[in-house]
């Protein structure tokens, strides 16, 4: 008897929510559920079972970069019939999400971590971007809004949020390809500075900044956020950046936003979240291959360090579901793009994105992750409105 297969047929026994099939290296099928088959997934070479059991998203997510194993289906679909079968010993969060170890994050470290990413090159991200080049959580006001509008929505939401007045300074923390520094100094007349780690991203801004006759209200820096020094700002914000902070340097985020910002001063943290605190950082595969040295916070972990800082807390919103919105936009267009992708990478790499695409919004929709819009002011702010109808109007 193969004993590679015994361990497969047990492990995949009680794994999916979902009628699924197994189809091995030696061509032999197992069935698993009952009802119609929503997909198969297919071992073209044995994976060792000592990774498997030693860290099962890297295991299996090597299996497919490296066509070990192939999917006959939607990659989405096969990672939410996992998530949703809470029975399942992969569907833990502290099993499957994290790994036991902690980064650190240091300005040297935050940096190669960030080129690791978003240095993939402005034309890879073009491909299957939208219009305004954001890399974010999109907000969909309307289901059917497209992914233009919808990131066009998101940041208009967050510049509603922050209750802008002319003349006022902005800061933004890892401001991606400037859309939103961009869009606060023309429809509100701020001064607004954006700061980030990334070279391709530096040099896009500034094209945007020199093309729109904005050099009189943006400016965009080549620098870590600690090393802002003699500052001021009215309003801080923060979009898709503080899970590169790392566990050990979440209070040093706040202590420097608290810093940066005058006594009043109102700043928004738009975070990916996790409901529990945990150890480590992210799923494991996704430290190696796509965000190294990224953490997941918990809420309960964001809100102790805006107590702790005397921040007073304001609002907080879930965007979960347009998240999970976002990433299936994003993987459709993905798709579409390989013809163009596979000019300059490899079927590694594209088998790597499309999992990464497509296991965070299965991650997402499952609920085994969150995001959240928080806003804080530092200290007492009696000039944002009494009620939350300020953020609607007009848009």
Request: with cysteine; charged share 30%; hydrophobic share 35%.
């Amino acid at each position: 008897m193969d004993i590679d297969k015994v361990f497969y047929k047990t492990l995949f026994k009680n794994l999916f929510s979902d009628c699924c099939s197994v189809r091995f290296w030696d061509g032999e099928v197992e069935n698993y559920g009952e009802g119609e088959e929503r997909f198969e997934i297919v071992f073209n070479e044995p994976i060792s079972k000592s990774d498997i059991i030693k860290s099962p998203s890297l295991a299996f997510g090597e299996a497919y970069m490296t066509r070990k194993m192939d999917i006959e289906g939607s990659i989405q679909d096969v990672i939410e019939s996992l998530y949703n079968n809470k029975k399942s010993f992969l569907s833990s969060g502290t099993k499957y999400l994290h790994i036991l170890k902690k980064s650190s994050n240091n300005i040297k470290k935050i940096r190669e971590n960030i080129e690791h990413h978003y240095n993939l090159g402005n034309d890879f991200y073009k491909l299957w971007l939208d219009d305004t080049m954001t890399y974010s959580c999109a907000y969909f006001k309307l289901p059917d809004d497209s992914l233009n509008q919808a990131q066009k929505n998101k940041v208009e939401h967050i510049l509603k949020k922050l209750d802008l007045k002319e003349g006022q300074k902005l800061l933004d923390i890892g401001c991606g390809w400037g859309e939103l520094i961009i869009n606060a100094s023309k429809k509100y007349k701020v001064k607004a500075m954006g700061i980030t780690l990334s070279s391709e991203q530096f040099n896009i801004v500034n094209e945007r900044i020199k093309n729109e006759n904005l050099n009189d209200l943006v400016e965009v820096k080549f620098i870590d956020y600690r090393e802002l020094k003699n500052m001021k700002f009215d309003r801080v914000v923060s979009v898709g950046m503080v899970e590169h902070v790392g566990k050990d340097h979440l209070s040093e985020y706040f202590s420097t936003v608290n810093d940066l910002l005058v006594e009043g001063g109102v700043s928004m943290l738009h975070s990916i979240t996790s409901m529990k605190e945990c150890k480590g950082g992210t799923d494991q595969w996704i430290d190696k291959y796509i965000f190294p040295g990224g953490y997941i916070p918990s809420i309960k972990e964001l809100i102790s360090h805006m107590v702790d800082k005397n921040f007073c807390l304001i609002d907080v919103e879930s965007l979960r579901r347009h998240y999970g919105k976002t990433l299936e936009h994003w993987a459709r267009r993905f798709e579409n793009a390989l013809p163009e992708v596979s000019k300059t990478k490899n079927e590694t790499f594209i088998r790597m994105w499309r999992l990464y695409l497509n296991a965070c919004a299965a991650s997402f929709n499952c609920g085994n992750i969150d995001i959240h819009q928080f806003l804080f002011s530092k200290g007492i702010n009696n000039e944002i409105p009494w009620t939350r109808k300020y953020i609607y109007e007009n848009y």
